[in-house]
T-cell receptor, first 112, second 112 residues
Framework: SQQGEEDPQALSIQEGENATMNCSYKTSINNLQWYRQNSGRGLVHLILIRSNEREKHSGRLRVTLDTSKKSSSLLITASRAADTASYFCATDPNQAGTALIFGKGTTLSVSS | DAMVIQNPRYQVTQFGKPVTLSCSQTLNHNVMYWYQQKSSQAPKLLFHYYDKDFNNEADTPDNFQSRRPNTSFCFLDIRSPGLGDAAMYLC???????????FGSGTRLTVV
């Protein structure tokens, strides 16, 4: 069953601008993760935020998590053309023996 | 470099002709996953292995089988591929730590 829903589905920005993507989910989680997928390739893990964390940074990435609203956001600052990709949030359910559940993703296009 | 390798990158098979996709890892991760991703959709979990323990998702069709002969290798068998099985198949591994999943580059399956 699908857990995460990303918003917006597609986002087009200019180089240097910031990109914000949002994710909502339905059930309790251990952690939430963000992945990037270049066209026709596998997914690359970007960042993981645990359920007891509210914000996390990694380079130009900033992730927030609000467990009361069951939502997360991914901010990419000073975007580059190379950031063009699809971005997926994935939730790690608070349930033994389960695996990550992915949302539909946000397609980001950064033009130079 | 430690990695997850999927072969082949592209596979064309005939309708109804059995096909096997392979995945190998050098990470020595105990968990391996198979996801199916159709165009512009979220990756959907088919099954996963925790060591040799097989976990099948409830809605994974019986047409899909998997084998994990050892820690390093995992296979996805599609017994009678239909046109609806055309998709990208993604293999991933995890040590269940807080590092996220490591994905292979995927195998794009075409059914003709």
């Amino acid at each position: 069953s699908q857990q995460g829903e990303e918003d917006p589905q597609a986002l087009s920005i200019q180089e240097g601008e910031n990109a914000t993507m949002n994710c909502s989910y339905k059930t309790s989680i251990n952690n939430l993760q963000w992945y990037r997928q270049n066209s026709g390739r596998g997914l690359v893990h970007l960042i993981l935020i645990r359920s007891n964390e509210r914000e996390k940074h990694s380079g130009r990435l900033r992730v927030t998590l609000d467990t009361s609203k069951k939502s997360s956001s991914l901010l990419i600052t000073a975007s580059r053309a190379a950031d063009t990709a699809s971005y997926f949030c994935a939730t790690d359910p608070n349930q033994a023996g389960t695996a990550l559940i992915f949302g539909k993703g946000t397609t980001l296009s950064v033009s130079s | 470099d430690a990695m997850v390798i999927q072969n082949p990158r592209y596979q064309v098979t005939q309708f109804g002709k059995p096909v096997t996709l392979s995945c190998s890892q050098t990470l020595n991760h105990n968990v391996m996953y198979w996801y199916q991703q159709k165009s512009s959709q979220a990756p959907k979990l088919l099954f996963h292995y925790y060591d040799k323990d097989f976990n099948n998702e409830a809605d994974t069709p019986d047409n899909f089988q998997s084998r994990r002969p050892n820690t390093s290798f995992c296979f996805l068998d599609i017994r009678s591929p239909g046109l609806g099985d055309a998709a990208m198949y993604l293999c991933a591994t995890s040590d269940q730590g807080l590092h996220g999943y490591t994905f292979g580059s995927g195998t794009r399956l075409t059914v003709v």
